[in-house]
């Protein structure tokens, strides 16, 4: 197996030193996405979608519950026993939603799934964000979701909702920490699409997800 090779101090400093200069023009490009991100019109929603929650039926501006933004994030649900490692690991990455509520925004899950099934999937991974049902609306598809994930933004002014912002694929990847810290390691990602050296560990994309409780004790799947 390749890996980095040696160096003195001074040869790691300098290469470290010229690697950071890169990563702050990439730092000062992302301030200047979001301040085109925070410049983005915003559209209506007009349609009262009816989502399931665990008490009761609920509308989009009640998933707000009483801030001013939203984040929904669709959680991609082909049933129970197909849950989506790709979703669920994103979830994991989620911090304490109290840092996003003292900013005014809110965060939940929605799933076209009926809620007597993700409730219990919610249960085992022990999370604690919440999920609602869009089983029997438009949101998906009106959402760009689909049967897939995506995450959605929005804006509540009086009683009137705008969405003001949709990622899916890579931009809600970039979101997550998992990912972003094996960036920093030498050997990445470890995944063939990477641009890495010669003899550095590879497997297909996606292939090494799992559930958190579905890795074994050295972090490899369970047999």
Partial sequence: MDRPRT??????????????????????????LAAERRRLPAVRVDKDYVFEGPAGPLGLPDLFDGRRQL???SF????AGEYCSGCSMFV???????????????????????LAEILPFRER?????????????????DMDAGDGFALNVFLRDGDEVHRT????ARGVERL??????????????????????E??????????WRLHDEYGEDGGPEA
């Avoid at 089983?135 to 598809?141: E, H, I, K, Q």
């Avoid at 998992?178 to 995944?191: M, N, S, Y």
Wanted: aromatic fraction near 12%; hydrophobic fraction near 40%; proline fraction near 6%.
């Fill in 125 to 141: 991974m022990g999370w604690t964000i919440p999920w609602v049902s869009s089983l029997g609306n438009d949101f998906n598809d």
């Fill in 7 to 32: 160096v003195s101090a001074e040869e790691w400093r300098a290469a470290l030193a010229a690697l950071t200069a890169r990563e702050k023009e990439h730092t000062r490009a992302a301030d200047a």
């Fill in 165 to 168: 912002y949709f990622t899916t």
């Fill in 199 to 208: 003899g550095r560990p590879r497997t297909e994309p996606y292939r090494w």
């Fill in 176 to 197: 997550g920490s998992v990912w972003t810290l094996l960036d920093l390691t030498p050997f990445g990602r470890q995944e063939t699409w990477e641009d890495s050296p």
């Fill in 92 to 114: 994991d990455n989620l911090g304490h939603l109290a840092h996003l509520r003292a900013r005014d925004t809110s965060m939940v899950l929605a799933s076209r799934g009926p």
């Fill in 71 to 73: 984040i929904v994030y």
């Fill in 76 to 79: 991609m649900w082909h049933g």
